[in-house]
């Protein structure tokens, strides 16, 4: 009786303490649970749209209205059919390549694993983390948002080869080098277990991964499959420069979803993106229009909107990096270098890059990836730590670069060779001196 009169009041008092903890614990596990921003969400939603927009219809409209007449259409259905199998691809397997731990050791630095594979485990209450502790958007979000970049890269290559390649082989090396290229450089840089991410190189929305990537691999589709007919010889003025022009403007209001959007929220962080995103470009077309009127007399607005474009090329790896006035700099040299490339440069090497995919995406990225490296000091105004090394954070950037630039041409010379092997890279003579857009795809762009 003793024993149970010390025992009752015991257990009561346990009892009460479980009781009292209660809270206690479910307050813990609260916190440890990511919060959905919703305003966060609603910008990454918005910038989703927006990359969206400076593909189909910006970036179509900016090639369409470059190439001739007779190939208008063909390059439409490209970046379109391309945009379109990419977002297939990217939901079947790539985000889970790009975005999960691979396998142990040195593979799982290069590539993802099949965790996620069709979005498997993915729900609409599963979160991706920002960058500020506790907060977080749904995944769904993120995937769609990464799937518009891995759609663009592979778009923009199409512009190398312009007029002359055939539309099965666009769409074979596609899916090829979407999987073997794009994938393992997205993984590398943008994981937080890729090789690259490791060594702290800096891309903060797609300098290395995007441009340089897509640069490199038009490139080596240019050398490969050859120069147009009558090239070097005959008029191949562009068609439309007003088409041009309104979609170099559709590029630039949806870069502002592509840099500010990789802040992942709606803080000072994407405002700076944003601003940069204004500056970069401005400072790049009127450094291109001044080098241009020295060189030729004449300012054209062909000019002004290419350099625009190097300026976001130039700025994307360092838009929410670097400062203001580090952006203008940054946009300067890049409007100037580029116009370079896809004049002097291009000319004296003879290749046929029919769009200037490489001397405006890869010749303006590389110049971004590693400028990025000096703009983003403190001391000249960027967002870096406060022991950043200028010195030490350009070697790591010149490293990301050479590791881009290796894989991506040695990965693209692999993948046109086999796609050439499957179905043939280029169109018969008769078909490229009628245009594709009848020898492809039955229809005209204009009747008249």
């Given at each position: 009786?003793?024993?149970?009169?010390?025992?009752?009041?015991?257990?009561?008092?346990?009892?009460?303490?479980?009781?009292?903890?209660?809270?206690?614990?479910?307050?813990?596990?609260?916190?440890?649970?990511?919060?959905?921003?919703?305003?966060?969400?609603?910008?990454?939603?918005?910038?989703?749209?927006?990359?969206?927009?400076?593909?189909?219809?910006?970036?179509?409209?900016?090639?369409?209205?470059?190439?001739?007449?007779?190939?208008?259409?063909?390059?439409?259905?490209?970046?379109?059919?391309?945009?379109?199998?990419?977002?297939?691809?990217?939901?079947?397997?790539?985000?889970?390549?790009?975005?999960?731990?691979?396998?142990?050791?040195?593979?799982?630095?290069?590539?993802?694993?099949?965790?996620?594979?069709?979005?498997?485990?993915?729900?609409?209450?599963?979160?991706?983390?920002?960058?500020?502790?506790?907060?977080?958007?749904?995944?769904?979000?993120?995937?769609?948002?990464?799937?518009t970049f891995a759609a663009i890269t592979p778009s923009l290559i199409?512009?190398?080869?312009?007029?002359?390649?055939?539309?099965?082989?666009?769409?074979?090396?596609?899916?090829?080098?979407?999987?073997?290229?794009?994938?393992?450089?997205?993984?590398?840089?943008?994981?937080?277990?890729?090789?690259?991410?490791?060594?702290?190189?800096?891309?903060?929305?797609?300098?290395?991964?995007?441009?340089?990537?897509?640069?490199?691999?038009?490139?080596?589709?240019?050398?490969?499959?050859?120069?147009?007919?009558?090239?070097?010889?005959?008029?191949?003025?562009?068609?439309?420069?007003?088409?041009?022009?309104?979609?170099?403007?559709?590029?630039?209001?949806?870069?502002?979803?592509?840099?500010?959007?990789?802040?992942?929220?709606?803080?000072?962080?994407?405002?700076?993106?944003?601003?940069?995103?204004?500056?970069?470009?401005?400072?790049?077309?009127?450094?291109?229009?001044?080098?241009?009127?020295?060189?030729?007399?004449?300012?054209?607005?062909?000019?002004?909107?290419?350099?625009?474009?190097?300026?976001?090329?130039?700025?994307?790896?360092?838009?929410?990096?670097?400062?203001?006035?580090?952006?203008?700099?940054?946009?300067?040299?890049?409007?100037?270098?580029c116009y370079f490339a896809v004049t002097a440069v291009k000319n004296?090497?003879?290749?046929?890059?029919?769009?200037?995919?490489?001397?405006?995406?890869?010749?303006?990225?590389?110049?971004?990836?590693?400028?990025?490296?000096?703009?983003?000091?403190?001391?000249?105004?960027?967002?870096?730590?406060?022991?950043?090394?200028?010195?030490?954070?350009?070697?790591?950037?010149?490293?990301?670069?050479?590791?881009?630039?290796?894989?991506?041409?040695?990965?693209?010379?692999?993948?046109?060779?086999?796609?050439?092997?499957?179905?043939?890279?280029?169109?018969?003579q008769d078909a490229e001196r009628e245009g594709l857009d009848l020898?492809?795809?039955?229809?005209?762009?204009?009747?008249?």
């Amino acid at each position: 009786m003793k024993f149970r009169h010390l025992l009752v009041p015991a257990l009561g008092a346990l009892a009460l303490g479980l009781a009292a903890a209660q809270p206690a614990l479910a307050q813990d596990a609260a916190a440890a649970a990511p919060t959905v921003d919703k305003g966060d969400t609603a910008w990454m939603l918005v910038s989703t749209i927006l990359v969206i927009l400076m593909t189909i219809p910006g970036l179509a409209l900016f090639y369409g209205g470059l190439v001739r007449t007779k190939n208008m259409l063909s390059v439409l259905m490209q970046v379109f059919a391309v945009f379109s199998l990419v977002a297939i691809l990217w939901v079947t397997y790539g985000y889970s390549l790009a975005f999960t731990s691979g396998p142990e050791g040195a593979l799982g630095a290069v590539i993802g694993g099949f965790s996620k594979a069709f979005l498997g485990g993915v729900s609409g209450d599963s979160t991706a983390d920002t960058f500020t502790k506790g907060v977080a958007i749904p995944e769904f979000t993120f995937i769609a948002f990464q799937l518009t970049f891995a759609a663009i890269t592979p778009s923009l290559i199409v512009g190398a080869f312009a007029e002359r390649i055939r539309f099965p082989a666009v769409m074979l090396f596609t899916g090829l080098w979407l999987t073997f290229v794009y994938l393992p450089i997205a993984h590398m840089v943008w994981f937080s277990e890729g090789y690259l991410f490791g060594l702290g190189a800096l891309d903060f929305a797609g300098g290395t991964v995007v441009h340089i990537n897509s640069g490199v691999a038009g490139l080596v589709g240019a050398l490969l499959v050859g120069k147009r007919i009558g090239y070097g010889r005959d008029l191949m003025a562009p068609h439309s420069l007003t088409l041009t022009f309104v979609g170099a403007c559709l590029l630039w209001v949806g870069w502002f979803g592509f840099n500010a959007g990789s802040n992942l929220e709606a803080t000072g962080g994407a405002a700076l993106a944003l601003l940069n995103t204004i500056v970069a470009p401005a400072a790049a077309g009127l450094a291109w229009m001044t080098v241009e009127a020295m060189g030729k007399g004449k300012a054209s607005l062909l000019g002004i909107a290419s350099g625009a474009v190097a300026g976001l090329v130039a700025i994307t790896p360092a838009a929410g990096l670097a400062g203001p006035m580090g952006s203008i700099v940054l946009g300067l040299v890049a409007g100037a270098v580029c116009y370079f490339a896809v004049t002097a440069v291009k000319n004296a090497l003879g290749y046929d890059d029919a769009l200037d995919v490489f001397g405006i995406h890869g010749v303006g990225g590389i110049v971004g990836a590693i400028g990025t490296g000096i703009v983003a000091a403190p001391s000249l105004g960027g967002t870096g730590a406060a022991d950043f090394s200028i010195g030490g954070q350009v070697v790591t950037q010149i490293v990301a670069v050479v590791v881009t630039l290796v894989w991506t041409g040695i990965g693209s010379v692999i993948l046109f060779k086999v796609t050439d092997m499957i179905t043939g890279l280029r169109v018969t003579q008769d078909a490229e001196r009628e245009g594709l857009d009848l020898a492809d795809h039955g229809e005209r762009a204009y009747n008249y």
